[in-house]
């Protein structure tokens, strides 16, 4: 019976210990987008200052969480980025201050992080989606490209950002 007692004390413990590291979020793939974790100043194509952006991971590691704010300061938002086991892709969810939305969907291909909306009609009844694509530079910067596809051949750049390590 001692025996008996001193295996459960033993299983009990482990489980404890178990559950305490237990880390959902740890695997490679919930880091495929850890390159575009810090504090960062933003840089138009032109080199005038876009805005500011913090992204921060949270939740275990489950959540990285983007703070955005235009250099003007009449512009911000939010997005909540994370891997959705369940579909395999990469999901962010954007709100800001303006009343604007998105809900874009990816996976990371090599040095790029690649997510798009789904497709939807605008006034005009032409389909169009958002695009963005956000490449991990040699340099440690990382540049933000976004674009609007209409009908699938029209283009239009809707914002194009290097973002740059804050040295503090």
Request: aromatic share 12%; charged share 20%; glycine share 8%.
């Amino acid at each position: 019976m001692r025996l008996f007692v001193s295996f459960l004390i033993c299983l009990a413990t482990l489980s404890i210990q178990a559950q305490g590291n237990t880390c959902n979020c740890c695997s490679e793939k919930y880091s495929e987008f850890d390159f575009w974790i810090g504090e960062w100043t933003v840089i138009n194509p032109d080199g005038s200052q876009a805005g500011t952006n913090t992204i921060t991971k949270s939740q275990n590691n489950c959540l990285l969480q983007e703070n955005w704010k235009s250099a003007n300061g009449k512009v911000t938002g939010t997005s909540n980025n994370f891997y959705n086991y369940k579909t395999g892709q990469w999901e962010q969810i954007w709100i800001d201050n303006l009343g604007g939305s998105l809900h874009l969907k990816g996976n990371r291909e090599g040095d790029k992080m690649i997510m798009r909306t789904d497709d939807e009609t605008n006034k005009k009844g032409d389909t169009i989606y958002h695009r963005i694509t956000w490449t991990l530079n040699k340099d440690g910067s990382v540049h933000q490209f976004w674009e609007t596809i209409t009908n699938n051949k029209d283009i239009t750049v809707a914002f194009d950002g290097l973002y740059r390590k804050n040295v503090n």
